[in-house]
């Protein structure tokens, strides 16, 4: 853990999954359509991709995204770096 946070391994469970986006399993289940990837044939060993559930909860935001900072270079008209 950092400064309390849980850590939250790259594929999750389904219960650390639904933990991950602060909804109970069966409400996980129904709205998330993220599917799990499989490491095995077993139905434990289905595990959902953190970053996957990343872009469908940032896809979830409905407020605008920022635009890309300009470099100070470019704001004062000279040439900026590579």
Sequence with gaps: M?????????????DQAAAYCGLSVPTFSAVCPV?????????????YLRARLDEWLDNLDPNPKEPP???FGDMIGGQGRS
């Design 2 to 14: 950092v400064d309390g946070l849980p850590y939250w391994p790259a594929a999750l469970r389904l």
């Design 35 to 47: 599917k799990p990837i499989e490491f095995t044939a077993s139905s434990r060993g289905r595990r």
């Design 69 to 71: 900072r300009r470099k």
